[in-house]
């Protein structure tokens, strides 16, 4: 049996990874700057995880939800802190796409309605949730079968407005730093205004802070540059560092009813090990703090390369843009100069480091995006 051929693969066999580097089977050293998807969020191989992972599956590894797991309040309970939304309730899934979909189960079920509004270039998962990209029709999908997603230029309020005004849109989902979208950071004054128009016309406002949520911007949550509190938010990629994983943190403004929602491997305790070991790194070693400090020397030392036309993002969530197609850029990267980094399009080089990025691997990065750019 083959796999099936939906993405690019990289001729890169990884075996070992630790903090922010990894090594193939031939024992070559790459530096990660892009964390599978920002997955990697403490690092790769923090030793506090790995113990923690190991210690809960010699115990349990699952167990049916129909019984209580501890695991689960505890990190109910610790995730409402260190986040900052104590008074929100908590439901655990597998992934970012699984999350959104029951984001949006949800706020039909509140108001009723099944128009969505999402935004140009958004990125929400694969399945029956909406997904626009500029480049690829083939993962284009509708919200479900009963309703649909309107679609409006990142910050362009005034076309919103008039859309929630009509009184039948059931939610509007935004990324809190837009990520398959080419790391785009909606303004302030729209994520403001946004809130204030769909609190006014009954509209369940949903943050998506799969990638840009757990530190990454230097809030826990990038909405929280905004000063603002969504209906609900939806987690993945970073809360597990690597384990499968999602979430979605709910407002009390939702009463929940039994069998409105439903998972089989949602939190399990392996699961929950592994997101408990997270928020005890990102506390201890101050990673959020640390992903300001970091990115924003790395993007100003970035804004200092000619070839590159805008350096956008906030934190370790980093967007270059080049006026040419940055494919054989990115190939150099890795094949010369042993660096991962990710894409947006055909031009955009993101960069999604772990938190733990220290400013002498920054400079190491740049010393070799350099060379690179010199090369081409």
């Not at 997955?39 to 019984?67: C, R, T």
């Not at 009963?146 to 990324?175: Q, S, W, Y």
């Not at 929280?224 to 690597?242: E, L, Y």
Request: with cysteine.
């Amino acid at each position: 049996m083959e796999l099936f051929d939906v993405y690019p693969l990289f001729d890169v066999n990884i075996v070992k990874g630790k903090r922010c580097h990894v090594w193939d089977d031939k024992g070559v050293e790459y530096l990660d700057f892009y964390g599978g998807h920002a997955v990697i969020s403490i690092g790769h191989a923090h030793p506090h995880y790995v113990e923690s992972i190991s210690g809960q599956v010699a115990k349990l590894g699952f167990y049916s939800n129909s019984v209580v797991n501890g695991l689960q309040r505890k990190l109910a309970e610790r995730l409402g802190r260190v986040s900052g939304y104590e008074g929100y309730s908590l439901f655990l899934v597998n992934s970012g796409a699984e999350a959104n979909e029951n984001a949006l189960k949800l706020a039909s079920f509140y108001n009723r309605r099944k128009r969505i509004i999402a935004f140009s270039k958004a990125f929400h998962g694969r399945t029956s949730l909406a997904v626009e990209t500029t480049d690829n029709p083939h993962i284009i999908a509708p919200v479900n079968q009963n309703g649909h997603a309107t679609f409006f230029p990142l910050n362009d309020m005034d076309a919103v407005r008039k859309e929630l005004e009509k009184g039948d849109v059931c939610a509007v989902i935004i990324e809190g730093i837009q990520g398959v979208g080419g790391i785009q950071v909606p303004d302030v004054a729209f994520l403001q205004a946004l809130r204030e128009c769909c609190t006014a016309t009954g509209t369940v406002l949903i943050l998506d802070e799969i990638q840009s949520g757990y530190g990454r911007s230097g809030k826990f949550f990038a909405h929280q540059h905004a000063c603002i509190r969504p209906d609900i938010i939806t987690v993945a990629k970073g809360i597990g560092n690597g384990f499968p994983m999602g979430a979605v943190l709910i407002s009390p403004m939702f009463t929940p009813h039994y069998g409105e929602l439903g998972t089989t491997f949602g939190g399990n305790h392996l699961a929950c090990a592994a997101a408990l070991a997270v928020l005890d790194v990102i506390e201890k070693e101050n990673l959020v703090e640390n992903a300001v400090q970091v990115g924003t020397y790395l993007a100003n030392e970035l804004r200092k390369i000619p070839q590159i036309k805008e350096v956008r993002g906030l934190g370790l969530m980093i967007g270059l843009e080049f006026d040419q197609d940055i494919k054989e850029l990115r190939k150099y990267l890795i094949y010369k100069e042993h660096v991962f980094t990710g894409a947006s399009g055909c031009n955009i080089l993101r960069l999604l480091p772990p938190l733990c990025l220290t400013s002498n691997e920054a400079d190491d990065f740049l010393f070799r995006l350099k060379r690179t750019i010199c090369n081409q």
